[in-house]
């Protein structure tokens, strides 16, 4: 999984160099920016994982598709506030268009999931300082596999309920986030953090 890691952590960074044109920032700013991240971003997860599996177990997929419509963006700014930085999740196959990946988060992605492929090995977290404008920001990654129960909404069409096939119309008339098998990189919890 090490190694996994260190492939893309290397693509990132040099995608960062090639487009850097002055100093990095300070490296304790970096470490502190990169702990809130990934503390933001756990947060994130066991947050939304914690209501999701609620609502399997109380109602059903279909209830948890609707949850999930409503509750994952509302928990996403609260978290983004609570942090102070910019924490959402994407994802190659999005259900919600809003989520759709930008370029370095897509790059990263199909990277992730070639590599996954050809080795069968996961992607882990990853981290790069990005530079724009001369501003920094670091991007933290964090992949999202599909776990078991995931798969009644997540999975093929074919073994999806009449009622999430319909609810998904109903909520994300552009669904392109079924077909997933158990492990699959279902996506990420993207981070920026400024590091002005």
């Given amino acids: 999984m090490r ?17 850097s044109s002055s100093p990095e920032p300070d490296s304790d700013a970096v470490d502190a920016a990169l702990a809130r991240a990934d503390a933001a971003a756990k947060a994130l997860m066991k947050s939304l994982g914690g209501a999701l599996m609620a609502t399997l177990e109380e109602g059903g ?31 190659l196959r999005w259900r919600n268009p809003a989520n759709a990946p930008d370029e370095y988060e897509r790059a990263w992605m199909e990277a992730a999931e070639s590599h996954y492929i050809e ?18 920001e670091l991007r933290y990654l964090l992949p999202l596999r599909l ?40 996506g990420i919890v993207t981070v920026r953090v400024p590091l002005d």
């Fill in 147 to 186: 776990a078991g129960p995931c798969l009644q909404c997540h999975g093929s069409a074919e073994d999806l309920s009449s009622e999430v096939l319909a609810t998904l119309v109903q909520h994300y008339p552009d669904d392109r986030a079924t077909g997933f098998a158990v492990g699959d990189l279902r």
């Fill in 61 to 91: 997929p279909d209830a948890a598709i609707q949850v999930c419509a409503r509750i994952a963006p509302e928990r996403a700014a609260e978290i983004s506030d609570e942090f102070g930085l910019d924490i959402s999740r994407t994802a």
């Fill in 119 to 136: 080795t069968g090995l996961a992607p882990e977290p990853s981290s790069a300082i990005v530079e724009s404008d001369g501003a920094y």
């Fill in 3 to 19: 190694t996994s890691s260190a492939i893309l952590s290397a693509f990132c960074l040099a995608c960062v160099l090639a487009c």
